[in-house]
């Protein structure tokens, strides 16, 4: 119970704090990405690195707070088991997550809340950050909570 609870509980705040923000939006940046995760603990026994896109929003409320919203598809490669001709299936995940961001100088540290479903349905908490560089956001995020898990590092083109 516990493992749901504190997401749902995250992203319900996340979405109280975000809603008045959206209405005192100074600046916002729109955005669309490639990223690689790559399976960590026990996932990490069952799937190999896989790939992934996403697209999203940072809508700036203040000098140093966005708030975040972001959808992402992940495709996890399955692994072939040690000692047998079997492998596991490739898997798709989908995820809606928001958040907020602190903005430190060309560094962005923030935390997403939000739900993956597909193959994978659970809720979950993901921590990221990223620098500026141009008009790309370079950055890495770890899918902290739940049974899959996984750090994923990216490249983001804001527009």
């Known amino acids: 119970m516990r493992n749901t609870f504190v997401p749902i509980v995250a992203c319900l705040i996340a979405l109280a704090v975000s809603a008045p923000g959206y209405a005192q939006i100074i600046d916002s940046d729109s955005y669309i990405g490639l990223r690689v995760p790559v399976p960590t603990g026990n996932s990490a026994d069952a799937f190999d690195p896989g790939w992934g896109i996403a697209g999203g929003s940072h809508a700036q409320i203040s000098e140093l707070f966005d708030v975040v919203i972001e959808g ?4 996890l490669m399955g692994k072939s088991l ?5 492998k596991t299936r490739d898997i798709s995940v989908l995820g809606f997550q928001v958040g907020g961001a602190v903005n430190l100088a060309i560094v962005d540290l923030g935390v997403k809340g939000g739900y ?6 659970e809720w979950d908490l993901t921590p990221f ?3 500026e560089v141009w ?5 890495a995020e770890y899918k902290a ?7 994923a590092v990216y490249a983001n083109f804001v527009f």
């Open 135 to 139: 008009r790309l956001w370079l950055g």
């Open 116 to 121: 993956y479903f597909n193959d994978v349905k």
């Open 82 to 86: 040690e000692g047998a001709s079997l």
């Open 129 to 131: 950050a990223h620098v």
């Open 145 to 151: 909570l739940g049974d899959l898990n996984w750090g």
């Open 72 to 75: 992402t598809w992940h495709t």
